[in-house]
T-cell receptor, first 112, second 115 residues
Framework: AQSVAQPEDQVNVAEGNPLTVKCTYS??????LFWYVQYPNRGLQFLLK??????LVKGSYGFEAEFNKSQTSFHLKKPSALVSDSALYFC??????????FGIGTKLQVIP | NAGVTQTPKFRILKIGQSMTLQCTQD?????MYWYRQDPGMGLKLIYY???????DKGEVPNGYNVSRSTTEDFPLRLELAAPSQTSVYFC??????????????FGEGSRLTVL
Protein backbone atom coordinates (compact mmCIF):
# COMPACT_ATOMS: atom_id res chain seq x y z
CA ALA A 1 0.00 0.00 0.00
CA GLN A 2 1.00 3.57 -0.49
CA SER A 3 1.98 5.81 2.38
CA VAL A 4 0.85 9.26 3.41
CA ALA A 5 2.27 11.83 5.76
CA GLN A 6 0.30 13.64 8.41
CA PRO A 7 2.87 16.18 9.54
CA GLU A 8 1.10 17.23 12.73
CA ASP A 9 0.59 14.89 15.66
CA GLN A 10 -1.90 17.32 17.17
CA VAL A 11 -3.91 20.28 15.96
CA ASN A 12 -5.60 22.71 18.34
CA VAL A 13 -8.33 25.03 17.12
CA ALA A 14 -10.86 27.25 18.84
CA GLU A 15 -14.52 26.37 18.52
CA GLY A 16 -16.10 28.21 15.62
CA ASN A 17 -12.81 28.69 13.78
CA PRO A 18 -12.00 26.88 10.55
CA LEU A 19 -9.96 23.73 10.92
CA THR A 20 -7.45 22.00 8.68
CA VAL A 21 -5.85 18.61 9.18
CA LYS A 22 -2.99 18.10 6.75
CA CYS A 23 -2.16 15.09 4.63
CA THR A 24 0.33 14.63 1.82
CA TYR A 25 0.68 11.54 -0.34
CA SER A 26 3.56 9.96 -2.24
CA UNK A 27 3.83 10.70 -5.94
CA UNK A 28 4.24 7.14 -7.23
CA UNK A 29 1.12 5.47 -8.61
CA UNK A 30 -2.47 6.65 -8.52
CA UNK A 31 -3.62 7.79 -5.10
CA UNK A 32 -6.83 6.43 -3.62
CA LEU A 33 -7.28 8.75 -0.67
CA PHE A 34 -9.53 8.42 2.35
CA TRP A 35 -10.16 10.24 5.60
CA TYR A 36 -11.38 8.41 8.68
CA VAL A 37 -12.21 9.70 12.17
CA GLN A 38 -11.93 7.88 15.50
CA TYR A 39 -13.80 9.25 18.49
CA PRO A 40 -12.52 8.21 21.93
CA ASN A 41 -13.00 4.52 22.67
CA ARG A 42 -14.80 3.93 19.36
CA GLY A 43 -14.07 2.29 16.05
CA LEU A 44 -13.04 4.32 13.02
CA GLN A 45 -15.66 5.97 10.83
CA PHE A 46 -15.33 6.86 7.17
CA LEU A 47 -15.53 10.59 6.37
CA LEU A 48 -14.77 10.93 2.67
CA LYS A 49 -12.66 9.65 -0.20
CA UNK A 50 -11.09 10.68 -3.48
CA UNK A 51 -10.67 8.07 -6.21
CA UNK A 52 -11.31 10.07 -9.39
CA UNK A 53 -13.46 13.01 -10.43
CA UNK A 54 -13.94 16.37 -8.77
CA UNK A 55 -10.98 17.52 -6.75
CA LEU A 56 -13.22 18.90 -4.00
CA VAL A 57 -14.81 16.08 -2.03
CA LYS A 58 -17.56 16.64 0.49
CA GLY A 59 -18.10 14.18 3.29
CA SER A 60 -19.85 13.48 6.55
CA TYR A 61 -20.35 15.96 9.41
CA GLY A 62 -19.60 19.00 7.23
CA PHE A 63 -16.05 17.97 6.37
CA GLU A 64 -14.47 18.36 2.96
CA ALA A 65 -11.09 17.74 1.39
CA GLU A 66 -9.39 18.97 -1.76
CA PHE A 67 -7.22 16.73 -3.88
CA ASN A 68 -4.28 18.88 -5.00
CA LYS A 69 -2.08 17.07 -7.48
CA SER A 70 0.55 19.79 -7.79
CA GLN A 71 1.10 19.86 -4.04
CA THR A 72 0.38 16.12 -3.55
CA SER A 73 -1.97 17.02 -0.74
CA PHE A 74 -5.39 15.98 0.51
CA HIS A 75 -6.04 18.25 3.48
CA LEU A 76 -9.21 17.81 5.52
CA LYS A 77 -11.15 21.00 6.23
CA LYS A 78 -14.22 22.28 7.99
CA PRO A 79 -15.40 25.91 7.99
CA SER A 80 -16.43 26.01 11.65
CA ALA A 81 -15.07 23.60 14.25
CA LEU A 82 -17.25 22.04 16.94
CA VAL A 83 -16.07 20.69 20.28
CA SER A 84 -17.58 17.37 19.18
CA ASP A 85 -15.09 17.26 16.28
CA SER A 86 -12.33 16.52 18.80
CA ALA A 87 -11.04 13.12 17.74
CA LEU A 88 -8.22 11.27 16.00
CA TYR A 89 -8.13 11.70 12.22
CA PHE A 90 -6.49 9.30 9.80
CA CYS A 91 -5.52 9.92 6.19
CA UNK A 92 -5.08 6.77 4.12
CA UNK A 93 -3.87 6.05 0.59
CA UNK A 94 -4.88 2.54 -0.37
CA UNK A 95 -2.96 2.80 -3.65
CA UNK A 96 -5.55 0.42 -5.07
CA UNK A 97 -4.41 -2.41 -2.83
CA UNK A 98 -6.26 -4.43 -0.21
CA UNK A 99 -3.59 -4.21 2.49
CA UNK A 100 -4.65 -0.84 3.79
CA UNK A 101 -2.82 0.36 6.85
CA PHE A 102 -3.26 3.41 9.02
CA GLY A 103 -0.59 5.67 10.48
CA ILE A 104 -0.71 7.27 13.90
CA GLY A 105 -3.14 9.95 12.74
CA THR A 106 -3.59 13.53 13.88
CA LYS A 107 -5.30 14.37 17.12
CA LEU A 108 -7.68 17.28 16.75
CA GLN A 109 -8.54 19.23 19.87
CA VAL A 110 -11.30 21.83 19.58
CA ILE A 111 -11.14 24.26 22.45
CA PRO A 112 -14.41 25.74 23.74
CA ASN B 1 -28.81 -3.24 10.60
CA ALA B 2 -26.29 -3.84 13.36
CA GLY B 3 -23.27 -3.29 11.07
CA VAL B 4 -20.05 -4.89 12.35
CA THR B 5 -20.35 -6.54 15.76
CA GLN B 6 -17.36 -7.61 17.83
CA THR B 7 -17.34 -9.71 20.97
CA PRO B 8 -16.10 -9.60 23.63
CA LYS B 9 -15.55 -5.88 24.24
CA PHE B 10 -13.04 -6.52 27.00
CA ARG B 11 -11.00 -9.53 28.00
CA ILE B 12 -8.08 -10.28 30.29
CA LEU B 13 -5.98 -13.33 29.45
CA LYS B 14 -3.12 -15.02 31.19
CA ILE B 15 0.08 -15.70 29.27
CA GLY B 16 -0.27 -18.91 27.29
CA GLN B 17 -4.05 -18.93 27.18
CA SER B 18 -5.95 -18.98 23.91
CA MET B 19 -9.09 -17.22 22.84
CA THR B 20 -11.17 -16.22 19.86
CA LEU B 21 -12.35 -12.72 19.06
CA GLN B 22 -15.64 -12.88 17.22
CA CYS B 23 -16.63 -10.58 14.37
CA THR B 24 -19.85 -10.69 12.42
CA GLN B 25 -21.36 -8.31 9.88
CA ASP B 26 -24.89 -8.18 8.49
CA UNK B 27 -24.22 -6.05 5.41
CA UNK B 28 -23.35 -8.95 3.09
CA UNK B 29 -19.84 -7.54 2.64
CA UNK B 30 -17.40 -9.88 1.02
CA UNK B 31 -14.25 -8.17 2.31
CA MET B 32 -13.35 -8.38 6.00
CA TYR B 33 -10.26 -7.25 7.95
CA TRP B 34 -8.68 -7.52 11.38
CA TYR B 35 -6.54 -4.69 12.75
CA ARG B 36 -4.80 -4.04 16.01
CA GLN B 37 -4.27 -0.58 17.44
CA ASP B 38 -1.51 0.12 19.91
CA PRO B 39 -1.02 3.52 21.56
CA GLY B 40 0.91 5.86 19.29
CA MET B 41 1.31 3.16 16.62
CA GLY B 42 -1.67 3.52 14.34
CA LEU B 43 -3.57 0.49 13.10
CA LYS B 44 -1.76 -2.52 11.74
CA LEU B 45 -3.42 -5.11 9.51
CA ILE B 46 -3.33 -8.65 10.92
CA TYR B 47 -5.35 -10.67 8.39
CA TYR B 48 -7.94 -10.02 5.77
CA UNK B 49 -10.41 -12.00 3.68
CA UNK B 50 -11.83 -11.31 0.22
CA UNK B 51 -14.63 -13.82 0.59
CA UNK B 52 -15.74 -17.02 2.29
CA UNK B 53 -12.93 -19.57 2.28
CA UNK B 54 -10.21 -17.06 1.32
CA UNK B 55 -7.87 -15.39 3.79
CA ASP B 56 -4.50 -13.68 3.52
CA LYS B 57 -1.86 -12.28 5.86
CA GLY B 58 -1.46 -8.63 6.63
CA GLU B 59 1.47 -6.84 8.22
CA VAL B 60 1.50 -8.57 11.62
CA PRO B 61 -0.02 -12.08 11.35
CA ASN B 62 2.32 -13.91 13.74
CA GLY B 63 0.53 -15.35 16.77
CA TYR B 64 -2.89 -15.16 15.13
CA ASN B 65 -5.10 -17.32 12.96
CA VAL B 66 -8.32 -16.63 11.09
CA SER B 67 -10.99 -18.53 9.25
CA ARG B 68 -13.86 -17.45 7.01
CA SER B 69 -16.41 -20.19 6.65
CA THR B 70 -19.33 -17.81 6.02
CA THR B 71 -19.73 -14.35 4.50
CA GLU B 72 -20.91 -12.96 7.84
CA ASP B 73 -18.26 -14.21 10.27
CA PHE B 74 -14.52 -13.64 10.50
CA PRO B 75 -13.17 -14.85 13.87
CA LEU B 76 -9.62 -14.09 15.00
CA ARG B 77 -7.88 -16.77 17.04
CA LEU B 78 -5.05 -16.01 19.46
CA GLU B 79 -2.96 -19.04 20.33
CA LEU B 80 -0.61 -18.93 23.32
CA ALA B 81 -1.31 -15.34 24.29
CA ALA B 82 1.70 -13.13 24.98
CA PRO B 83 1.94 -9.67 26.61
CA SER B 84 2.85 -8.27 23.17
CA GLN B 85 -0.69 -9.07 22.06
CA THR B 86 -2.16 -6.61 24.55
CA SER B 87 -3.97 -4.23 22.23
CA VAL B 88 -7.29 -3.03 20.93
CA TYR B 89 -8.53 -5.16 18.07
CA PHE B 90 -10.82 -3.87 15.35
CA CYS B 91 -12.74 -5.81 12.77
CA UNK B 92 -13.84 -4.07 9.58
CA UNK B 93 -15.71 -4.93 6.42
CA UNK B 94 -16.46 -3.46 3.05
CA UNK B 95 -18.22 -4.30 -0.19
CA UNK B 96 -17.10 -5.17 -3.69
CA UNK B 97 -13.79 -3.57 -4.56
CA UNK B 98 -12.47 -3.99 -1.08
CA UNK B 99 -10.56 -1.48 0.95
CA UNK B 100 -8.71 -0.29 -2.14
CA UNK B 101 -11.67 1.80 -3.26
CA UNK B 102 -14.43 1.25 -0.73
CA UNK B 103 -14.89 2.69 2.71
CA UNK B 104 -14.29 0.38 5.66
CA UNK B 105 -17.01 -0.16 8.25
CA PHE B 106 -15.49 -0.78 11.67
CA GLY B 107 -16.69 -2.54 14.78
CA GLU B 108 -16.41 -0.90 18.19
CA GLY B 109 -13.27 -2.80 19.12
CA SER B 110 -12.19 -5.51 21.54
CA ARG B 111 -9.75 -4.51 24.26
CA LEU B 112 -7.47 -7.38 25.17
CA THR B 113 -4.99 -7.44 28.05
CA VAL B 114 -2.51 -10.28 28.46
CA LEU B 115 -0.96 -10.57 31.94
Amino acid sequence: AQSVAQPEDQVNVAEGNPLTVKCTYSVSGNPYLFWYVQYPNRGLQFLLKYITGDNLVKGSYGFEAEFNKSQTSFHLKKPSALVSDSALYFCVDSGGYQKVTFGIGTKLQVIP
Amino acid sequence: NAGVTQTPKFRILKIGQSMTLQCTQDMNHNYMYWYRQDPGMGLKLIYYSVGAGITDKGEVPNGYNVSRSTTEDFPLRLELAAPSQTSVYFCASTFSGGASTGELFFGEGSRLTVL
